[in-house]
Nanobody
Framework: QVQLVESGGGLVQAGDSLRLSCTFS????????MGWFRQAPGKERELVAG????????YYADSVKGRFTISRNNPEKTLYLQMNSLKPEDTAVYYC??????????????????WGQGTQVTVSS
């Protein structure tokens, strides 16, 4: 059974940094495309960053490009999201997700099969 557990969220000030982690248990991690999504109150859940199984390809939403970095450690079955220069508009619940079918990065929420419980990131101005 697949389980994803996020950690690393918190309350920070604008301009600060945070690193989110997502630990994975269950089936083979290294073959799964992974993504970080976020959902702010009243808004749709959106893909922030994605990474292929071997880490060879990444994707970033325009809103975080140049500030966020997604990475993974396959032997340790952990996914990371380094967030720098945080802005108040980055405030949201952040979720990690795994896609068991596609080897390319998918952008839609419904293409991901496994989800963590989410971790709150709050950025004050």
């Amino acid at each position: 059974q697949v389980q994803l557990v996020e950690s690393g969220g918190g309350l920070v000030q604008a301009g600060d940094s945070l690193r989110l982690s997502c630990t994975f248990s269950g089936r083979t991690f290294s073959v799964l495309t992974m993504g970080w999504f976020r959902q702010a109150p009243g808004k749709e859940r959106e893909l922030v960053a994605g990474i292929t199984g071997n880490g060879g390809r990444t994707y970033y939403a325009d809103s975080v490009k140049g500030r966020f970095t997604i990475s993974r450690n396959n032997p340790e079955k952990t996914l990371y999201l380094q967030m720098n220069s945080l802005k108040p508009e980055d405030t949201a619940v952040y979720y990690c997700a795994a896609d068991r079918y596609y080897t390319t990065i998918q952008y839609r929420r419904q293409d991901y099969d496994y989800w963590g419980q989410g971790t709150q990131v709050t950025v004050s101005s």
